[in-house]
């Protein structure tokens, strides 16, 4: 069996691949790195690590050579290229989070660097391998609704969602992070190539963060955190004690690690990032951006991310020259309508339960295909470069107010 090690023992490396990889034997988890001793430590427990496979820095694993065949790289964005960098230099296969880098230089340097390398590179794409997509690839291949003509996808992030994560969280702040588009959005743009088939040529977007401002709060005297017994709770619909004990944030409670109890919870928001108001944060990414796109092959698309809807999913449509395709990824909904006689077909596509509608999972069976394939075939996938740099020309382009060629 193939060995990996995983750097970054958060969110992405331990509660979504690691978990993966070991209840389907894909690779046996020799190492980890993360900073934070008590992750570390469970995370070595869990895995039955060696000690001296544990590492608080990844320089000092990286020092050692090659300790494994594969590395998970599952560290904050602006934590990326160094790691990356020396895992190339060992002759790691490397799976990388996404956004590769949370700048266009390190992206085109990171192009660079892996143009000939001869082991796996990929990225956390996880959308083009959710069985949703992989559904809706068959249809097209059959040509049901005759060739593409033109796209809506809209990533609805749930107004709890985005105030966790880019209001409160860690994704807040272009300088510390990246913008919303590069954050959030980078596989929406690898999704809509790989369903069109054809890379973008021109591209243009508007956005702002126009909501979570201080002037938009119920009243001036909002005090700094939820917990300092806000006048407004009872109405505000941002109440972190609300959301994080009753509401629909209580999704992200397991991050506290303070367990589920109503009044640790609460115990908690007084303190972290999250019990903050989220008009008095210092958040500066956009709540809202549209992007309008035109491929090399003449199909037009819409792609729209919005902080304002009840539900955290993606929608999409697909118009055709004999039909249509429309659908919701966490329903797993599909609905095809002919033009020729107006029929109407419908699926309903499940998934393994992993994280983003299966896709976490179909990226991981994927990486391991590449890494257990020794045919020699090409391992690095260059529409991965290409997805990133269209989202920071669609964030160049709502920063000028202008129409961009790609």
């Known amino acids: 069996m193939k060995t990996c090690i ?4 958060g969110g992405r490396g331990k509660d979504c691949y690691a978990p993966y990889i070991q209840s389907k034997g894909l690779f046996k988890i020799t190492g980890v790195v993360e900073p ?3 992750k570390r430590e469970q995370f070595r427990d869990t895995y039955a690590i060696e000690e001296d ?32 960098l020396l895992a190339k230099k060992c002759g790691y296969h490397i799976l990388l989070e996404k956004p590769i880098a949370p700048t266009l230089r390190e992206v085109k340097r990171l192009e660079k660097e892996f143009r000939n390398y001869d082991k796996v590179f990929m990225t956390g794409f996880v959308l083009r391998y959710t069985p949703f997509i992989r559904k809706i690839k068959e249809i097209l291949a059959e040509g049901l609704i005759g060739d593409i003509v033109t796209m809506q996808l809209n990533e609805n992030e749930g107004f709890w969602h985005h105030a966790h994560s880019y209001v409160r969280g860690p994704w807040s702040q272009s300088k510390t992070s990246s913008p919303l588009i590069v954050a959030k959005s980078s596989h929406d743009m690898d999704l809509m190539m790989y369903l069109v088939g054809a890379s973008g040529k021109y591209i243009s977007s508007y956005g702002d963060n126009t909501y979570f401002r201080f002037e938009n709060a119920p009243g001036a005297d909002v005090p700094a955190r939820c917990t300092d017994g806000c006048p407004y709770a009872d109405t505000c619909t941002y109440n972190a004690v609300e ?87 966490e329903t797993g909904e599909i609905v095809v309508k002919s033009f020729r006689d107006m029929s109407e077909v419908k699926y309903v596509v499940t998934h393994d339960g992993t994280k983003h509608c299966g896709g976490d999972g179909g990226l991981m069976d994927e990486f391991a295909r590449a890494v257990y394939d020794e045919s020699g075939a090409t ?20 920063e000028r107010r202008e129409r961009i060629k790609l």
Request: charged share 25%.
């Open 6 to 9: 995983v750097i970054g023992a």
């Open 36 to 38: 934070d001793t008590q």
């Open 53 to 84: 496979m544990c590492f608080a820095d990844y320089k000092e694993m990286f020092a050692k050579g090659r300790l494994a065949d594969a590395v998970l790289i599952c560290t904050q964005d602006r934590m990326h290229m160094e790691p990356t």
């Open 243 to 329: 959301q994080y004990t009753n509401g629909k944030a209580r999704y992200f409670v397991h991050k506290f690690e303070c367990g589920e109890d109503r009044e640790a919870i609460i115990e908690a928001l007084k303190t972290n990032p999250y019990g903050r108001c989220v008009y008095r944060c210092d958040n500066d990414v956009c709540d809202h951006q549209v992007v309008s796109m035109e491929f090399e092959n003449g199909v037009t698309a819409m792609f729209t991310v919005s902080a304002f809807s009840l539900e955290n999913n993606r929608t999409l449509k697909l118009m055709g020259t004999k039909g249509e395709i429309g659908g919701c990824m």
């Open 379 to 398: 391992r690095v996938d260059p529409w991965m470069f290409e997805a990133h740099k269209i989202v920071f020309a669609a964030e160049e382009a709502r």
